[in-house]
C-alpha cells in the first residue's frame, strides 16, 4: 500500500516511476539504466534498500552517483548516518507524506524536472 500512495503522489509531481518488487530487481533496474533519483525502501524482499545502495555506490554503473533517498518506518536521528554510511543521500519516513516526496524532489532533482503542484 506504501508504494501505491508513494507512486500516484510522485506522479502528480509529473514523475515517470518504475517499481522493483524486490531488492534483486532494484538492482537489476538500476543496472540497466541511469535514473534521475531512486527510493529505496529500506526493508525489501531479498535484499534490503541498503545493500542495494552499497552495491550501486560500489559499482561502475550508470547510477552510480544517482541520488538515493531511503523510504523507511525507521526515521530515528541516530538512523540517519547509517543509510548514509549505506549510500544514501537522504530518507523520508513511511508513510511518505507528499510535502516530504516534495522537499526530496526538490533537493535532489534539477529545477527544470520538477514539476511544482504547490504542495
Not at 535484499?47 to 531511503?70: F, K, S, W, Y
Not at 548516518?81 to 549510500?87: D, E, H, L
Amino acid at each position: 500500500i506504501n508504494l501505491m500512495v508513494a507512486v500516484e503522489m510522485l506522479r502528480t509531481f509529473g514523475c515517470q516511476v518504475e517499481c522493483a518488487d524486490s531488492g534483486k530487481e532494484a538492482l537489476l533496474l538500476c543496472s540497466n539504466a541511469p535514473y534521475d533519483l531512486i527510493f529505496l525502501d529500506h526493508m525489501m524482499p531479498e535484499m534490503d534498500g541498503t545493500e542495494v545502495a552499497a552495491r550501486l555506490r560500489g559499482e561502475q554503473g550508470p547510477n552510480r552517483q544517482t541520488p538515493i533517498v531511503a523510504l523507511t518506518a525507521n526515521v530515528a536521528e541516530e538512523m540517519q548516518s547509517y543509510y548514509v554510511r549505506c549510500g544514501m543521500d537522504d530518507y523520508i519516513g513511511k508513510p511518505a507524506e507528499f510535502s516530504d516526496l516534495a522537499r526530496v524532489l526538490r533537493r535532489w532533482l534539477p529545477p527544470k524536472k520538477v514539476h511544482d503542484t504547490g504542495g
